[in-house]
């Protein structure tokens, strides 16, 4: 007589935050939980690390910022290709190029270009590196469920072993495809998809002059009526993306000839290889929240723009960043569970802008009326002559931090006001819900010297000289359990150029979050106040005297 099947045995596992998805945003955020000391599981579907494509490659300055305090942001940004400028031309004539302005002096340039898988590479030999973190390959997410104390993740291996991962929390970063697991949570994934498509192919050429600049082309010649976009890449690769009509098929362009002929038109007969091709099609979408329950959504699994802007890959690390330090505070005993609801207001916010800003750039892009069209072409037409007109042309608002001005945890300040969306390629003053400059400091008992370095750390609090170091930290300390350095601006202010960004004055006290955002500017005389504000960053309101 046959003995049944036996079923197999689950396999369980126990952390403190498991992360869904080892893509860049998932890698981000175990590398920053791991800094405060959290111990993460990392689950991914795939067998192993896809190493294909440049996929998202435009890198921002304050990302690298973020990945250089968990120390791999200078080797991303040394092997990578350095750009200062944007330039944007109508057909071939140059309308203007775009300077980027840093109210610092932050040692990492405003772009650096290297492909995604590149940077994932980088990212996994520090996590091997690491304390703290385990990946897990070839564990597909088959189920999340929730309870009073937790969460835990049913998943599947290839060969059908199941397994179960528990946590007090999840961080979800699984990349834009899982619709059934936003669907188990809950959460609608609303937005609309563009006709055009977008051909992509990363080429590798000797293109003299074209290494350190974005180039943005309306209507070229040898692309009538829709754009291209070429990015300079490490190794003598260059990233052309051209727009394309709805019906575009590359294989038949490729078996006819014409791409090369396509190609040829930019490059001209210089040899060239290709090294990857696509073709996509843009979507804008977001989720209606960020956080379920336990489980904080980050990254494409909780939005998608169109890739003019680079505000894809970037934005996801922010999520990463914003999850990570409040996770920790939660966890660590420094703050109440509340403190994540401002994961959801904030980076809802962040994710709302992104598609503003890149829904507007599309509708420029690719008219879907006559009318829209009949503005497009008078005002590129008028800029080749009428300066006052480049505002008006949306080749893409590269990506920058979002301002948390109208956060829960933002005291707002009448003398440091927000004073709206700046110029593209500027960054407004500082204050209240902005990210701090980067300048230099001197720090005589540790070795930093970035003001960056400083501010995630901890709670930090920058002061005055009028102000009283002393009573300012018993201040502090009675409001908060976190992590806390208070400074006197005078004594780190290394060069001079701390001042000369803040502006402040001798009385005040600037209240900076672990992830470098400007929490408050307060009068040091008025200790409620500052107890207020370091009350409210930590998700709590203050009442009444502590």
């Not at 690719?366 to 042309?393: C, F, G, K, M």
């Not at 960054?427 to 400083?454: F, I, K, S, Y």
Request: include cysteine.
């Amino acid at each position: 007589m046959s003995k049944p099947d036996s079923q197999p045995t689950t396999t369980r596992h126990h952390t403190q935050v498991v992360v869904v998805g080892n893509g860049p945003v998932g890698q981000t955020a175990a590398l920053l939980l791991a800094r405060w000391g959290i111990d993460c599981i990392v689950v991914d579907r795939r067998p192993r690390r896809d190493v294909i494509g440049s996929k998202a490659i435009c890198q921002q300055r304050d990302v690298l910022d973020v990945w250089e305090s968990v120390g791999v942001g200078h080797k991303i940004a040394a092997e990578g290709v350095t750009w200062d400028r944007a330039t944007t031309l109508y057909k071939g004539a140059t309308l203007f190029t775009q300077p980027f302005v840093d109210t610092g002096r932050s040692v990492f340039p405003p772009f650096v270009n290297i492909s995604q898988t590149r940077t994932e590479e980088l990212l996994d030999e520090q996590i091997a590196a690491a304390a703290h973190i385990t990946p897990l390959w070839d564990h597909g997410v088959e189920q999340i469920e929730q309870d009073e104390a937790g969460v835990t993740l049913h998943c599947r291996r290839a060969d059908g072993t199941p397994i179960e991962v528990r946590a007090p929390y999840a961080i979800v970063a699984a990349g834009s495809a899982p619709r059934e697991l936003r669907h188990q949570l809950g959460v609608s994934f609303n937005g609309r998809s563009f006709d055009d498509k977008f051909l992509i192919c990363d080429i590798r050429a000797d293109l003299p002059g074209w290494e350190r600049e974005r180039r943005f082309y309306f209507d070229p010649e040898w692309n009538p009526g829709r754009q291209v976009l070429i990015h300079p890449c490490p190794d003598s690769t260059f990233r052309i993306d051209w727009q394309v009509p709805g019906d575009y098929d590359i294989e038949q362009e490729e078996a006819s000839g014409a791409l090369d002929a396509r190609i040829r038109q930019i490059i001209g007969d210089k040899p060239y290889e290709i090294v990857w091709k696509s073709v996509y099609r843009f979507h804008s979408r977001m989720v209606d929240r960020m956080r379920v329950g336990r489980v904080l959504l980050a990254g494409d699994f909780a939005h998608i723009v169109s890739p003019f802007g680079a505000r894809g890959l970037n934005t996801g690390v922010m999520d990463a960043e914003n999850a990570a330090w409040k996770l920790a505070f939660v966890l660590r005993g420094w703050a109440d569970d509340t403190l994540l609801d401002s994961y959801d207001s904030e980076r809802c916010a962040a994710s709302r802008e992104n598609i503003e800003v890149t829904g507007k750039t599309m509708d420029f892009l690719v008219p879907h009326t006559e009318e829209q069209h009949r503005i497009r072409v008078e005002r590129l037409t008028a800029a080749l002559t009428d300066a006052s007109v480049h505002p008006q042309i949306d080749s893409g608002r590269l990506s920058e931090p979002f301002w948390y001005v109208d956060s829960p945890l933002t005291t707002p300040d009448a003398k440091h006001p927000f004073a709206g969306r700046p110029p593209r390629g500027h960054v407004p003053p500082p204050g209240p819900g902005v990210v701090l400059p980067d300048v230099p400091v001197r720090m005589a008992d540790m070795d930093c010297t970035r003001l960056r370095q400083l501010a995630r750390d901890g709670l930090l609090l920058l002061a005055g000289n009028a102000v009283d170091l002393h009573r300012l930290r018993e201040q502090a300390q009675n409001a908060s359990a976190a992590p806390l350095r208070v400074l006197r601006i005078a004594d780190i202010d290394a060069e001079g150029a701390l001042q000369q960004a803040l502006q402040t004055g001798p009385d005040e006290v600037w209240v900076v979050r672990p992830d470098a955002h400007i929490a408050a500017v307060c009068a040091a005389g008025d200790g409620q106040a500052v107890r207020a504000a370091l009350q409210r960053v930590m998700g709590r309101r203050a009442h009444a005297p502590v």
